[in-house]
């Protein structure tokens, strides 16, 4: 059985630049810390991955501090500061929020006092993509990333920060942008790595293999990839829409990001639609992958005003580059399947 991969929100397939790049940084030996020629090799290996980023997210007048991902990223840019912060945000931020902002129904923020607060750009599971108002403390830019034309010198964002394997890099490695002037205070500390402000050897190969991967996002958007998968997107709702009338299309009618589609069948729990379609072949997820293991509530959902039945009742389609209509259209018909047995399950 052919599988079909329908999660690129949760992470994207390793593309074959950041592979090969990864691939050819193993063969280095020096540490980037070391003042001999091997050291500097890494060192410069490095440093081009870093312009890479730089280059990608239009960030050339920022200060780039890699480390272990977005979580890692959010925390170094969050701690101690007491921002405010909105429901809808990852887990990774809402642990640091000082003071809860309010979501309307359509899934959008309203920010008073932007220096003070942190919103993220698109949010993982509905893909509502917000506008960052000028001054905004922090950002989280993860889902964002290569699906949106993005200029962090142009931005008006004090920090932002982003994940390697969302846009087809390896795990385990991120970025914090911060513009210059601003400071964070250090989470890991010993060396004097990473300007300071995060210390340990820098995982070099997932470096690399970051940069490869955001030219090569970078040239997808360029090139209309994601316009091309945003049709993919909308016929797969208006197939769920003709099967199902009931199902409830999450930011249907505000600015989304290309590939995602959450929708809600209420009654029938998320779970085990992902389970479903997992038996069925399929690969689809009932939120934020650092969450959806756990059998609760979509908390984007309840932020959003969904009840408790509707929240847990969600399921989180996300397309990609290599996503095909036939593929589209054979979730649709399965999942219309399972729901039709559902349905006759739940009438007896």
């Known amino acids: 059985m052919t599988r079909v991969y329908l999660d690129y929100n949760a992470t994207a397939p390793l593309r074959d630049e ?16 070391s003042v001999h020629a091997e ?25 780039i501090v890699f480390v272990s991902g977005a979580t ?109 002037g601003l400071d964070a205070t250090a989470q890991l500390r010993g060396g004097g790595q990473e300007m300071g402000r995060r210390a340990g050897t820098e995982n070099l190969i997932g470096i690399a293999g970051f940069g490869a991967a955001a ?24 197939a769920l829409e003709d099967r199902a009338p009931s199902t409830i299309l ?4 505000v600015d989304r990001l290309p590939n995602t589609s959450f929708f809600v069948t209420p009654g029938w729990r998320g779970e085990t639609q992902v389970m479903q379609m997992d038996l069925a072949g399929i690969a689809v997820s009932a939120g934020s992958a650092c969450s959806s293991g756990k059998v609760r509530a979509s908390g984007v959902l309840r932020a959003m005003g969904f009840d408790e039945t509707a929240a847990a009742s969600g399921l989180r389609v996300s397309l990609g580059p290599a996503t095909t209509q036939a593929e589209v259209l054979a979730f649709a018909d399965l999942w219309h399947a399972a729901h039709t047995r559902a349905l006759a399950r739940a009438r007896g």
Do not use: C, Y
């Open 250 to 253: 999450v930011g249907k009618g």
């Open 72 to 180: 890692e990223a959010a925390a170094l840019a969050l701690a101690g500061r007491g921002l405010a912060g909105a429901g809808i945000e990852h887990d990774a931020v809402r642990a640091w929020i000082a003071e809860t902002l309010a979501v309307t129904g359509a899934g959008l923020v309203q920010v008073t006092d932007p220096g003070r607060a942190t919103l993220q750009l698109a949010n993982s599971e509905t893909g509502i993509v917000q506008a960052l108002p000028e001054g905004l403390a922090v950002s989280d830019w993860t889902q964002g990333f290569g699906k949106l034309p993005l200029a962090f010198d142009w931005s008006g964002v004090g920090m932002a920060f982003v994940s390697a394997h969302k846009i087809g890099g390896p795990k385990g490695i991120g970025a914090l942008i911060m513009r210059r």
């Open 18 to 33: 950041a592979r090969a790049a990864m691939l050819a940084a193993m063969d280095l030996v020096g540490n980037p810390s």
């Open 215 to 238: 030219m090569a996002a970078t040239q997808d958007l360029a090139n209309g990839v994601w316009a091309r998968v945003a049709e993919l997107r909308n016929i797969l709702e208006i």
């Open 39 to 63: 050291g500097r090799a890494a060192k410069a290996l490095l440093e081009h991955a870093r312009a890479q980023l730089a280059e990608a997210l239009g960030a050339h007048g920022a200060d």
